[in-house]
């Protein structure tokens, strides 16, 4: 007697599970893809190239823009020969108006200091707190420092108090340098021109705050200002956007 074979037929809920750990795989290489994505995208940028003016106007990212310590239009800060021009006699600064973050990566080229201080300013609970490189609030402040004998170092402060020194010694030219920081949790990470000059642990402020730029009794010139995730960050993001799609999916 000859016996009919049946082709077998996945059940349609073993099919559907197969087919959604198939589909797994290409959605973990997206979401991995747009970390990487974001982890290179800019949450703020600003080149400041255009006309020159007392106010700032729109960042050349179209979004965000630039709230004055000394208010819109003051003569504190202006743009200059396609640069943010600081200069003051006192404190004063720019803060992202209407923006905060816990985590990210500051990067900033100082063009020109000219004696005294300048620096960053982030989780900052307000945005004076942000344009105030001498808050006694909780934030945390990166200060470039000359003085009139010529000795130059970086520091790394918190509510106006002194953290960690970086000391580069006298002669050296900040006129083309790159600042960064990362900072992320407790960790504060501070690089010029690509060389790590402070790296600690400090739990102080870890909550999203306002970030700024910022000079006292001295003249300082800045360009190419960007905030970008860090990446753990930009992991999240990828990874909410792989259970989105598998969420749809199922």
Do not use: C, K
């Amino acid at each position: 007697m000859l016996h009919q074979i049946r082709p077998s037929i996945a059940r349609p809920e073993t099919l559907g599970s197969s087919i959604r750990n198939l589909l797994a795989v290409p959605f973990a290489a997206l979401a991995l893809g747009f970390a990487s994505s974001a982890s290179a995208s800019f949450l703020v940028q600003d080149d400041f190239n255009r006309p020159n003016s007392q106010t700032l106007g729109v960042m050349s990212d179209g979004v965000h823009s630039w709230s004055e310590s000394g208010g819109e239009g003051g003569a504190n800060a202006r743009i200059n020969s396609n640069l943010l021009r600081l200069y003051d006699a006192g404190n004063h600064g720019v803060a992202v108006a209407g923006f905060t973050v816990a985590d990210a990566i500051i990067s900033v080229d100082l063009a020109e200091l000219t004696r005294n201080r300048a620096g960053v300013t982030y989780r900052a609970p307000s945005e004076g707190d942000a344009y105030n490189l001498f808050s006694a609030t909780n934030t945390y402040q990166v200060v470039i420092r000359q003085n009139w004998a010529g000795t130059e170092d970086i520091e790394l402060r918190y509510a106006n108090t002194q953290l960690a020194t970086y000391d580069f010694g006298p002669g050296v030219d900040f006129e083309t340098g790159t600042l960064r920081i990362e900072f992320e949790g407790d960790r504060h990470q501070v690089f010029y021109n690509d060389t790590s000059v402070i790296d600690m642990i400090h739990a102080g402020n870890m909550s999203a705050g306002y970030i700024g730029i910022a000079a006292a009794t001295s003249q300082s010139r800045w360009d190419n200002f960007t905030v970008i995730p860090e990446p753990a960050s930009a992991a999240l993001v990828g990874l909410g956007a792989l259970l989105a799609l598998r969420r749809r999916r199922n």
